[in-house]
C-alpha cells in the first residue's frame, strides 16, 4: 500500500503504443502494472464485475489455468468473505470508493476486480483493470439490446449504475 491519504487500486498504465508490423494493420498495445509479479504458481484468479447474472467458467472448460468469474468467486468461498485486516479493509473500500466514482464521472465502464489468491503462500493481491472502456453510443446500443432481448437486468449499464453494482 503505497498512500493512505490518495489510495487507489487503479493498475497503473505505463504506456500505450500503437505498433504494426509490416503490412498488417496497426494494433494498440497498453503496457500495464504486472499483479502477478512475485507472486507463486499456485493461483486462483478471479475478474469481478458485482455481476448478479450468471458470469462463471463452465467445469468442463476449466483447467486450472483460466481466470474465474463472479459466480466461481461465490461458490469457491461458500459466501464467504476473503479474510482480511480491518486496515487493509479500509483502505479497499476507500480505494473503490474514489477510483468508481472517478471512473464513473468520465463515463468509464466495464471495468473489473481482479484478485489473485496465492493458496500456497496465503497472499491476496487485487487491482482494477479494464477501465478504459467509455459508455458511447455503441455500448448504450448493446445495452438497450440485451435489455429487450433477454428481459433482464443488462451487465453494461450506465456509468452511475455500474459504479453502484462494482
Known sequence: MTNID????????????EVQIEKNSPVCLVAMENLFFGMGSNLKVYDLKGSVS??????????????????????????????IKSTHMEYIEK???????????????????LVIIDEDNFLTRMGIIDYLRIFDFGKQFES?????LKGTTPTVTEPEDYKERF
Not at 60 to 79: A, V, W
Not at 95 to 113: C, E, G, H, R
Not at 144 to 148: D, H, T, V, W, Y
Open 6 to 17: 490518495k489510495p487507489s487500486l487503479l493498475t497503473k498504465i505505463y504506456g500505450i503504443y
Open 54 to 83: 450468471s458470469r462463471y467458467v463452465s467445469k468442463g472448460k476449466f483447467d486450472g489455468s483460466k481466470t474465474l468469474l463472479d459466480t466461481d468467486y461465490k461458490l469457491d468461498r461458500n459466501g464467504e468473505p476473503l479474510p
Open 95 to 113: 480505494a473503490i470508493k474514489t477510483d468508481t466514482q472517478l471512473l464513473a464521472s468520465v463515463k468509464v465502464i466495464d471495468y473489473s476486480m
Open 144 to 148: 438497450l439490446g440485451k435489455k429487450i
